[in-house]
């Protein structure tokens, strides 16, 4: 079985400032971790993912994860907050085997002028 | 290039009437397709997944259908709407090859408001 866990179901940070969104996963099998983004009454797009080799992971519009197998984590973050970041944000995994996506709650961001 | 839409964008439908929400996929063949639900504050559910035309898995046991007429094409139906129906509709595609680790593509969501 697969789960996601995303710690804090809003953040709001200032711009110009770290955006840092918490994902932890639980996986019976090697994951492959996703981090999408949903910008109001549209559906998701890709930021990026971790299937297998570097663990740290670039994403578009400046955004990166590392994995952390040992933390069972997949963490986000950008140095530097833009206005246009401001979107809910869902952390999910996969696995060999798997044929779908298990998606976490959720987490919305605010970004504050 | 791939694509895939998805329609109506938004409905309003009275308790128990019937629903058919379809997608289409376009530039691929052979796609694994999916529906998911998005409930407020509830992240995305996993409603059905099909890997080929008439093969279709239900990971939530519910009053909603989905059936898979062509290689292309998804719909997501259901003969009595409840109000706990709700809610924005996801659907997404992914390629067949390697499975686990490839993106799945998503639509562009249908609100469906059952009153």
């Known amino acids: 079985a697969q789960s996601v866990t995303q710690l804090g179901s809003h953040v709001s940070v200032s711009e110009g400032a770290l955006v840092l969104l918490r994902c932890n996963y639980s996986?019976?099998?090697?994951?492959?971790l996703f981090w999408y983004v949903q910008y109001p009454n549209q559906g998701l797009q890709l930021l990026l993912k971790y299937t297998t080799g570097a663990t740290l992971v670039k994403g578009i519009n400046g955004f990166e994860a590392e994995f952390k197998k040992s933390e069972t984590s997949f963490h986000l973050t950008k140095p530097s907050a833009h206005m246009s970041d401001a979107a809910e944000y869902f952390c999910a995994v996969s696995g060999p085997g798997r044929r779908a996506l298990t998606f976490g709650s959720g987490t919305r961001l605010q970004v504050q002028p | 290039s791939q694509t895939i839409h998805q329609w109506p964008a938004t409905l309003v439908q009275p308790v128990g009437s019937p629903l058919s929400l379809e997608c289409t996929v376009e530039?691929?063949?052979?796609?694994?397709l999916y529906w998911y639900r998005q409930a407020a504050g509830r992240g995305l559910q996993l409603l059905f997944y099909s890997v080929g035309i008439g093969q279709i898995s239900s990971e939530v046991p519910q009053n909603l259908s989905a059936s898979r007429p062509q290689d292309r094409q998804f719909i997501l139906s259901s003969k009595k709407l409840l109000l706990s129906d709700s809610g924005f509709y996801l659907c997404?595609?992914?390629?067949?090859?390697?499975?686990?680790?490839?993106?799945?593509?998503f639509g562009e969501g249908s609100w469906l408001t059952v009153v």
């Open positions: 996986s019976s099998v090697p994951p492959y």
């Open positions: 997404a595609w992914a390629t067949t090859t390697g499975i686990s680790g490839n993106t799945i593509y």
């Open positions: 530039g691929t063949s052979n796609p694994n």
